[in-house]
């Protein structure tokens, strides 16, 4: 009896556990589809569609060619109109009239015209004899009186090689004087100032800043630093150099094998090759140099014919 009953209870209790797990995974699957259903709704919101992204970008982009193509067609249309030049087509061609081109400047230089032109402004025949166009001369467009006819392109070269030979020699006389200095000829003084140490190739005289006896090939002139040079005698500069011991200076060909040579300058205003004229500024008076520091400021000035030192001062005034 006990066992029968306990069997029933098992029983029981087997179809309770079925029946419970069967409504358990009911609810599970039906949650589960629930929440599927509700997480691909949720999806869609922020799915990114790049197929429509790529078809608007293609379609912009061919909507940007078509609008650069229609901006080049527009451009290339207007350069066309531009070009155009109805005139130059017209007065090239025997047949058109062109009513217009009395009243505008021809185009073209060659292009000539017979000696009449009449009211109508139309153009000449074209096919006259070259040879008659060139002793009656050209028309003007404008005016209708006959210009003379145009030389030719040797004339015009013999011509211009002519004025140029003129003008060459003009410019070569002016730019290149006769130098002539002679034996009789006077020096000026390129600065006013005492001579501090004589010219002397005959015998040797005292340097105070060497502290020694030498010869001197020249006069040493005092001077104030900042003074202006001016040329002893017109001449062409044919050395601008620097010296250890005189510092810069500048060499002018007087003429006759003459020379000159003038010393511890600065602010030099003349270059090789040049002309000067007596009296020109044509330095400063710059610092000693070292072997002149004792002696101070100074103007070197030498005299030479044909490279032979002479004595300046039997040559200034």
Known sequence: ??????????SKERIIMAASSVIVLGALTGAGIWLRNDRSVQDNGYVVDLSEIEDSTAAEAAKEESENSESLLRESRLTD??????????????????????????????????????????DSARGADKEEKKAEGKTDSL???????????????????????????????????????????PLVWPVVGNVLVNYSMDKTVYFPTLDQYK??????IQ?????????AAAGKVISVFEDPQIGKAVTMELGGGYEITYGQLEGI?????????????IA??????????????????KLTKDGEPLNPMTRLK
């Open 143 to 185: 005016t209708g009186e006959a210009a003379p006819a145009k030389a030719s392109a040797a004339d015009q070269a013999a011509d211009g090689a002519l004025q140029e030979g003129a003008d060459t020699q003009a410019i070569s006389t002016a730019m290149q004087p006769a130098l002539s200095f002679g034996d009789d000829d």
């Open 81 to 122: 109109d531009l070009d155009y030049d109805p005139f130059f087509q017209e007065t090239n061609s025997g047949n058109v009239e062109n009513p217009d081109a009395s009243e505008s400047e021809s185009m073209s230089e060659g292009t000539e015209k017979s000696g009449d032109v009449n009211q109508g402004g139309t």
């Open 215 to 220: 010869y001197n090939p020249a006069i040493i």
């Open 223 to 231: 001077a104030n630093q900042g003074d202006m040079i001016t040329a």
């Open 284 to 301: 400063q008076v710059a610092a000693p140099t070292k072997y002149f520091s004792v002696e101070g400021t100074n103007v070197y000035f």
């Open 269 to 281: 205003l003349v270059s090789e090759g040049s002309y000067v004229a007596m009296g020109d500024m």
């Open 1 to 10: 009896m006990r066992r029968t009953v306990r069997r029933k209870n098992f």
